[in-house]
């Protein structure tokens, strides 16, 4: 019985710090509208400008690949891809925010995204899921620790006619 006990305390003692989830309004905490600065932002091209909204050790899951850290990000695949890009139109939807841990300075955030421009001469319109976690700074503003997408297949190309 008294092994029964300390173990019932223990998993109470995890229980009680473990971190909350809780789903929030977008709007709620400033999230919805840091995510439309963040659109806005990506919009213009500007990696300085977008600088802001990431954490230095930002971590970056996309296509299958990985940037390790803000300047990683910026110089090896942002910011080339952003420079071949006209007519940049990216946005986020059906976006629901989590708080994590009881202080309000952790959440993640799940998407949809969308991103249309033409690049090298072709016209891209592409959709996807994105998953944000996002931590405060200093001064309280929300900024990307990790970011992961994926896109949705692309119908196939149908055959040349010969």
């Known amino acids: ?7 019932l305390a223990a998993g109470m003692v995890l229980l009680a710090a473990a971190p909350t989830s809780a789903q ?9 509208p840091w995510l439309r600065s963040y659109d806005a932002a990506f919009n213009t091209r500007d990696v300085t400008h977008l600088a802001a909204f990431y954490h230095p050790d930002v971590t970056i899951f996309e296509g299958g690949g990985m940037n390790d850290g803000w300047a990683d990000y910026r110089d090896n695949h942002l910011g080339p891809e952003l420079k071949e890009m006209e007519g940049l139109a990216f946005s986020h939807s059906n976006v ?21 421009a033409r ?8 959709t996807g899921l994105e998953t944000l976690v996002l931590v405060k700074d200093a ?9 992961h997408t994926s896109s949705r ?3 196939a190309a149908s055959p040349s006619p010969q």
Request: hydrophobic share 35%.
């Open 1 to 7: 019985m008294r092994m029964f006990v300390t173990v």
């Open 24 to 32: 929030v309004p977008p709007d709620s905490h400033g999230i919805a």
């Open 96 to 116: 629901s925010a989590h708080l994590l841990g009881p202080d309000g300075r952790t959440a993640y955030v799940t998407s949809e995204y969308r991103l249309k």
């Open 119 to 126: 690049i090298g001469g072709r016209d891209v319109d592409a």
């Open 139 to 147: 001064a309280g503003a929300w900024c990307i620790r990790h970011s």
């Open 153 to 155: 297949r692309r119908p």
